[in-house]
Nanobody, 123 residues
């Protein structure tokens, strides 16, 4: 399964962006998918995750109430709607497929990664 992340860009603080993560196969629809981000000089951190049926979603405390993860399995795409963006949201955002074990919140639980899309929030 190959993942393609897109939708990043430059936005002013308070603005919105929607990221997309599109997969190359419908097998994608059976996987839990997560979004992570990595700011310059920092470790990659969990942002959000969604189960294959969209029955459950998980968020980092830093984005709760501002970001929404969703998926459209017919399009083999997972979205991350980001509202009320802050300069500290600036990072490269990655989508990834979760393995069958491990925490939703841990990098180590995800074994296939997209190439990343840059999000820059200006103050």
């Amino acid at each position: 399964v190959q993942l393609q992340a897109s939708g990043g860009g430059l936005v002013q603080a308070g603005g919105s962006l929607r990221l997309s993560c599109t997969a190359s196969t419908h097998i994608f629809n059976t996987y839990i998918v997560g979004w992570f981000r990595q700011a310059p000089g920092k470790e990659r951190e969990f942002v959000a995750a969604i189960t294959y049926s969209s029955s459950s979603t998980y968020y980092a405390d830093s984005v709760k109430g501002r970001f929404t993860i969703s998926r459209d399995n017919a399009r083999t795409t997972v979205y991350l709607q980001m509202n009320s963006l802050k300069p500290e949201d600036t990072a490269v955002y990655y989508c990834a497929i979760k393995s069958y074990s491990g925490s939703y919140y841990s990098n180590d639980s995800y074994n296939r990664w997209g190439q990343g899309t840059q999000v820059t929030v200006s103050s």
